[in-house]
């Protein structure tokens, strides 16, 4: 079966503007999780979708928000874009449940300038 | 400081050795305990997974260990392979997070010829 995609693969914004990342799960999941991953950082908790709803939130500026549409796709948008926002975007789908495998998509590389 | 430590940092093997890589943590309670491989620029995949009621789970050359009393887990690579260069992530969901994986800083693999 088809696994997690994140679209687009790069994309290059200029500081102060927007953007909107999206992801589609594996078929069946309803899960989905966003990270940030930076060479600093490493990877980092951004908030968790299930059923539409916010589950879970990390320690991201409000900046950063996210939302999940029935058929379970997502989408995470970032406002008044900072240069320190560039990073690998990765969401990861799951069924249910704290143990229940995560399964990743490539990501998005996004870079600020 | 970091609820999920790695070691170590980096580490370089000839191709057919085995080595061990060392995971310590103080999230507590967890649900369980991952491990991911990453290569560069491509999304984390799934290596294993362990309750916190497990204390081995093997994954083809791959085995995991955890003792949840010492808060310690290993990752055990036997007979490497160049394939095998690449971050691996030591990732603990704390009980109640549902999918908020905490993640380690990883520690990056290189197997030479």
């Known amino acids: 079966k088809a696994g997690v995609t994140q679209t687009p693969r790069y994309l290059i914004k200029t500081r102060g503007q927007q953007v909107t990342l999206s992801c589609s799960p594996i078929s069946g999941h309803r899960s989905v999780s966003w990270y940030q991953q930076t060479p600093g950082q490493g990877l980092q908790f951004l908030f968790e979708y299930f059923s539409e709803t916010q589950r879970n939130k990390g320690n991201f500026p409000g900046r950063f928000s996210g939302r999940q549409f029935s058929n379970s796709r997502s989408e995470m948008n970032v406002s008044t874009l900072e240069l320190g926002d560039s990073a690998l975007y990765l969401c990861?789908?799951?069924?249910?449940?704290?143990?229940?495998?995560?399964?990743f998509g490539q990501g998005t590389r996004l870079t600020v300038v | 400081k970091n609820q999920v430590e790695q070691s170590p940092q980096s580490l370089i093997i000839l191709e057919g050795k085995n080595c061990t890589l060392q995971c310590n943590y103080t999230v507590s309670p967890f649900s369980n305990l991952r491990w991911y491989k990453q290569d560069t620029g491509r999304g984390p995949v799934s290596l294993t997974i362990?309750?916190?009621?497990?204390n081995t789970k093997s994954n083809g050359r791959y085995t995991a260990t955890l003792d949840a009393d010492t808060k310690q887990s290993s990752l055990h690579i036997t007979a490497s392979q160049l394939s095998d260069s690449a971050s691996y992530i030591c990732v603990v969901t704390p009980t109640g997070g549902g999918n908020k994986l905490t993640f380690g800083t990883g520690t990056q693999l290189k197997v030479e010829l």
């Open positions: 362990m309750t916190f009621s497990e």
């Open positions: 990861a789908s799951s069924l249910n449940g704290p143990n229940t495998e995560a399964f």
